[in-house]
């Protein structure tokens, strides 16, 4: 899986050099896109259409590994940083897996989530 990630990321880098309409791409340019790639997973989603499901979150992967590469060349943040920041949010607002706290049901879960992100927000 590692290597595909960083296959799609070469891959796009290399459009982003070499092909007329990526390297125009801005970060407001790309928005109605995403829009576009998000929507289409929902309605995959909603009419249970998993053959398309896979091509629609494809599509919606290429566009955040765009965003991210756009980032990137502007020096405000990597791919590494992303998937820490990530890493990090998923086990803080998880502390009934990786923590202390207790949870049994999904109500349960969902206090503890909004009480971690309020106190992130701070």
Same mark, same amino acid.
């Given at each position: 899986?590692? +290597?595909?990630?960083?296959?799609?990321?070469?891959?796009?880098?290399?459009?982003?050099?070499?092909?007329?309409?990526?390297?125009?791409?801005?970060?407001?340019?790309?928005?109605?896109?995403?829009?576009?790639?998000?929507?289409?997973?929902? +309605?995959?989603?909603?009419?249970?259409?998993?053959?398309?499901?896979?091509?629609?979150?494809?599509?919606?992967?290429?566009?955040?590994?765009?965003?991210?590469?756009?980032?990137?060349?502007?020096?405000?943040?990597?791919?590494?940083?992303?998937?820490?920041?990530?890493?990090?949010?998923?086990?803080?607002?998880?502390?009934?897996?990786?923590?202390?706290?207790?949870?049994?049901?999904? +109500?349960?879960?969902?206090?503890?989530?909004?009480?971690?992100?309020?106190?992130?927000?701070?």
């Amino acid at each position: 899986m590692k +290597e595909s990630f960083e296959k799609l990321v070469e891959i796009q880098k290399k459009l982003r050099k070499e092909c007329p309409w990526d390297k125009k791409q801005t970060f407001d340019t790309i928005k109605n896109t995403l829009r576009e790639e998000v929507d289409e997973v929902i +309605e995959a989603i909603e009419k249970k259409d998993h053959k398309n499901l896979k091509e629609e979150l494809g599509d919606l992967m290429i566009n955040l590994v765009f965003l991210v590469n756009i980032a990137e060349e502007k020096k405000l943040f990597n791919f590494k940083e992303v998937l820490q920041d990530t890493i990090e949010k998923l086990i803080r607002r998880h502390p009934h897996i990786f923590g202390e706290a207790k949870a049994e049901t999904p +109500e349960e879960v969902l206090k503890i989530w909004k009480k971690v992100k309020e106190t992130e927000k701070k």
